[in-house]
Nanobody, 114 residues
Framework: QVKLVESGGGLVQPGGSLRLSCAAS????????ASWYRQAPGKEREFVAA????????NYADSVKGRFTISRDNVKNMVYLQMNSLKPEDTAVYFC???????WGQGTQVTVSS
């Protein structure tokens, strides 16, 4: 059974940091690129970051470039999103995804507010 389970969300003040984690199981994680998406209330889901299967190449949305870092551990079958200098507009539900297989996690809420 394929599973992507996100964790690490929460409430943080502007300028703060959070690290999201995603645990993958039920498929060969190391063979697949992985991504993070987010969806804010009333808005469409949007791309945040992606990483190739081996972790050698990453890609970011312009809105998070320089503040967020995606990484992965293919031994632990994990993908991470380190989020720094958080802004209120980063508030959203964050999803881990293996897009080319249409695998999605259930999401974790990130709220940036003072």
């Amino acid at each position: 059974q394929v599973k992507l389970v996100e964790s690490g969300g929460g409430l943080v003040q502007p300028g703060g940091s959070l690290r999201l984690s995603c645990a993958a199981s039920g498929f060969t994680f190391s063979n697949n690129p992985a991504s993070w998406y987010r969806q804010a209330p009333g808005k469409e889901r949007e791309f945040v970051a992606a990483i190739t299967s081996g972790g050698g190449t990453t890609n970011y949305a312009d809105s998070v470039k320089g503040r967020f870092t995606i990484s992965r551990d293919n031994v632990k079958n994990m993908v991470y999103l380190q989020m720094n200098s958080l802004k209120p507009e980063d508030t959203a539900v964050y999803f881990c995804a293996i897009v080319r297989r249409d695998y999605w996690g259930q999401g974790t809420q990130v709220t940036v507010s003072s």
